[in-house]
């Protein structure tokens, strides 16, 4: 049964940086599109940031590029989202999702495509 258990979150200060972590079980990065998607409170789930093994190219919501940075280590079946100048507007719950197969940007605006959903980790920009 795929699993995919996220870390790393926290309380973070305006201007800060977190790494978060997505551990993934019975499936290879190979085979499977990992994402990012958030929700804060009274929001709908957004996608944050997407990685497509098809093609090896990563995917960014417009209000997170150039600052969030998502990759993968394959020999530790990791996933990790590197963010960077955090904002108030970043606070939410980050979710780590996985599809089989190939996955390009319309991922992020499409929750329902993806196949497996960690539990998230909280993430918190404030004083």
């Known amino acids: 049964e795929v699993q995919l258990v996220e870390s790393g979150g926290g309380l973070v200060q305006p201007g800060g940086s977190v790494r978060l972590s997505c551990v993934a079980s019975?499936?290879?990065?190979?085979?499977?599109?990992i994402g990012w998607f958030r929700q804060a409170p009274g929001k709908e789930r957004e996608g944050v940031s997407c990685f497509s093994s098809h093609d090896g190219m990563a995917y960014y919501a417009e209000n997170v590029k150039g600052r969030f940075t998502i990759s993968t280590d394959n020999a530790k079946n990791t996933a990790y989202l590197q963010m960077n100048s955090l904002k108030v507007e970043d606070t939410g719950v980050y979710y780590c999702?996985?599809?089989?197969?190939?996955?390009?940007?319309?991922?992020?605006?499409?929750?329902?495509?993806?196949?497996?959903w960690g539990r998230g980790t909280q993430v918190t920009v404030g004083q």
């Open positions: 999702s996985a599809v089989r197969g190939p996955m390009g940007p319309y991922g992020l605006q499409t929750p329902r495509w993806w196949d497996y």
């Open positions: 019975e499936l290879s990065f190979d085979d499977f599109g």
